[in-house]
């Protein structure tokens, strides 16, 4: 791969920009990007590694949305696992971002254990992300997933039984508490980002763990999309992506037919006699709700879960321990969280 001075990351921009157009990027971001939110108003963090993905977003944001530009941060963190590789991604995106002339914070993963997980990294560079985020007033965050990531995900999901919420995963616009993650790159294979980057005469930079196949990710990216791709003989990237959008759509339908009923009523009790004869996605949507509003109940097993849904369903009088904290209690058509009566 060729190295691009400082001087000519403008230059490339402007150039990758011309191969992947504004229309080739998903229809809900480019619709949410020019609307009058705050969050699309406000700085717009950019998830930087220096990847040949994230490399591609910031420089088609700064290409294509000329007029923020001065309202891009770039945000990288260095997880301290490869050694001086890690230490070169960070020079190599300050440098990129000193060439576009983007705001660029850094951050580093200080009290990581021996052993940690693929899921620790991430929780830390969320977490570096967040308080960043919360610094420069920024709401969005962009992310630099493309569509191989979604059939990648889809797979990793069904292997542990989610239902639509988490199949329609990863969602081009998607809001986390008062944030939102935006992926632009959804409509695009890996295959074409590199493609582009390549014709562009950009580097980028390699992480070579994606290589190996300790995570669970990289053994489904590197041998079953393959054997899934030659089995089905066709484009099953292109087939997870709609059958995400598909998803997506139902999931929708069903959070707007919950809102529609308004199972959930004051000091957090929920109406079971309304989901009475109601389709069961329905009653385990509203159970998830309400679940969620009970901020003393403690962590509940997935047949935990099923247990309960199952007595909502048939809306008998029930108690049912929720930790140590209280249990759940369906009385007259009502289900509530009654905590513990504390001994003197």
């Known amino acids: 791969m060729t190295k691009c001075k400082d001087d000519l990351w403008q230059a490339r921009g402007r150039r990758l920009a011309g191969l992947l157009l504004r229309d080739c990027l998903h229809p ?196 079953v999309i393959p054997a899934w791709q030659k089995a089905a003989e066709r484009d099953v990237l292109a087939g997870a992506a709609l059958a995400r959008e598909r998803l997506e759509e139902d999931d929708s339908a069903l959070d707007a037919w919950v809102e529609e009923l308004r199972p959930l009523g004051r000091g957090g009790v929920l109406n079971v006699a309304i989901l009475r004869n109601r389709p069961r996605a329905l009653a385990r949507r509203a159970l998830h709700r309400w679940l969620l509003a009970q901020p003393l109940a403690g962590d509940l097993s997935r047949q935990g879960f099923e247990d309960l849904l199952a007595a909502v369903e048939a809306g008998h009088g029930t108690r049912r321990s929720l930790g140590r904290n209280g249990f759940a209690l369906i009385k007259n058509g009502r289900l509530r969280f009654e905590r513990h009566r504390r001994r003197a």
């Open 28 to 223: 809900a971001v480019r619709t949410w990007a020019d609307g009058r939110t705050a969050a699309a108003r406000g700085p717009w963090a950019v998830a930087f590694s220096g990847g040949a993905d994230s490399l591609a977003l910031l420089l088609l944001l700064w290409a294509h949305w000329p007029e923020r530009r001065a309202g891009l941060v770039a945000l990288h963190f260095n997880h301290r696992l490869r050694g001086a590789a890690a230490d070169a991604d960070e020079r190599f995106c300050r440098r990129v971002c000193r060439g576009l002339g983007v705001r660029f914070r850094m951050g580093r993963w200080k009290n990581r254990r021996s052993g940690a997980s693929e899921e620790d990294a991430r929780e830390a560079r969320f977490a570096f992300f967040d308080r960043t985020m919360r610094q420069i007033g920024a709401r969005a965050l962009w992310l630099g997933h493309q569509q191989d990531d979604i059939a990648e995900t889809m797979l990793m999901r069904l292997a542990r039984g989610s239902g639509t919420a988490g199949l329609a995963a990863p969602r081009p616009v998607q809001r986390v508490g008062n944030q939102l993650r935006v992926r632009p790159l959804l409509t695009v294979k890996k295959e074409e980002v590199v493609a582009r980057l390549r014709e562009s005469r950009i580097s980028w930079r390699e992480d070579r763990t994606n290589a190996g196949r300790m995570f669970f990710r990289n053994r489904v990216r590197h041998e």
